[in-house]
């Protein structure tokens, strides 16, 4: 009972901001550090935060953001393109373990051997000790973010440590969900309308006859002969031709300014 007590006392000014703040907090990455700044000064010792996200965009199949203590810049987003769940990246690391098995991953990293993971031999490499990870549970079911904690702390976490983040996880649930929400809603509408009219969407010009006169470019463009290739090749071929086409025009058009409509 005094144990729970605590635990429950120490967490509670970082749940109260999230209820109250945090939850107004309008980027994700944001919302990370004020997070992650709580919870240290909460007495909680996580040295490196991993928020694992799945998308629903055309080139990227999740994006992760990096938190770490001891770092200038302390998040970083990390893209995950379409395709990395086939990669060592993923095979063996423990989010697969997390995400296939849905089950909570513990690692004193002082007692790692070659078969483990990448992933945490290089947490290690940086300082880390302990590792713990576990899915924050979504409606979105199996597209449900994975987070991650480490610390540098020589005897690594304790159960009260483990408990509170296991209550910290759950408190933050609603709020991620919302930004991930929002996420996928700006990148779907943008990916078929475009940047500025698909934020201009988001902001509330819906209403028939809403609009502006902007100066722009149009620019119309093809493959030549297409008809006959679709004719010949593969499917599978043809796509990976468009695809590769798609890339080296959009490339091109967004160092300008430009964005794709269609």
């Known amino acids: 009972m005094d144990v729970a007590l605590g635990h429950g006392t120490r967490l509670e000014p970082v749940t109260d901001w999230i209820a109250h703040e945090g939850r107004l907090e309008p980027e994700l990455q944001r919302f990370v550090v004020k997070l992650m700044d709580r919870t240290v000064a909460a007495g909680i010792p996580v040295w490196r935060f991993y928020l694992g996200l799945q998308l ?27 395709g990395i769940q086939y990669t060592s990246a993923y095979i063996g690391s423990p989010v697969q373990e997390i995400r ?12 790692l051997t070659e078969q483990h993971h990448i992933t945490l031999h290089e947490i290690k490499a940086e300082g880390g000790t302990d590792y713990f990870g576990l899915e924050l549970r979504t409606s979105r079911g199996r597209l449900s973010p994975i987070i991650t904690f480490a610390t540098d702390r020589p005897e690594g976490f304790s159960d009260v440590d483990l408990a509170d983040l296991r209550r910290l996880v759950d408190h933050i ?25 698909g934020r201009r969407i988001l902001e509330g010009l819906v209403k028939r006859g809403d609009g502006d006169r902007i100066n722009a470019v149009l620019w119309f463009s093809d493959l030549r002969d297409f008809t006959g290739l679709n004719e010949r090749l593969p499917a599978d071929e043809l796509l990976d031709m468009l695809n590769m086409y ?3 025009i959009g490339v091109a058009l967004k160092k300008h300014g430009g964005e794709i409509l269609k």
């Open 56 to 82: 629903l965009h055309p080139q990227l199949q999740a994006m992760g953001i990096v938190w770490r203590r001891d770092q200038a810049v302390q998040v970083q987003e990390i893209p995950r393109r379409q």
């Open 100 to 111: 296939e098995q849905g089950r909570e991953v513990r690692y004193r990293l002082d007692t």
């Open 173 to 197: 649930g609603a709020v991620v969900e919302m930004q991930v929400t929002r996420l996928v809603a700006g990148t779907v509408i943008q990916t078929y309308l475009g940047r500025e009219t």
């Open 246 to 248: 798609f890339e080296a």
